[in-house]
């Protein structure tokens, strides 16, 4: 009776602990395709192009951000 009793908590544990597991290892490859998506993302957006010319506070000074022309604007 008392073997019967453990048999059965030892493969209650054995299940909690594969579950477990299982979720962990879920978890991981979910974290890396969430990377490797993001890494995907990042690839495919361009960065906006930043120009600064002059010192900030002096005359002249501009900063265009983006695809902008270095004319009057």
């Known amino acids: 009776m008392i073997f019967g009793f453990l048999k059965k908590l030892v493969k209650y544990y054995v299940d909690k602990l594969i579950h477990w597991m299982r979720m962990k290892k879920f978890n991981l490859e ?38 902008v022309e270095d004319g009057d604007t």
């Open 30 to 67: 979910l974290d890396n395709d969430i990377k490797k998506y993001h890494q995907q993302l990042d690839k495919n957006i361009k960065k906006p192009k930043i120009i600064e010319t002059g010192k900030f506070g002096e005359d002249g000074w501009s900063i265009s951000i983006g695809e």
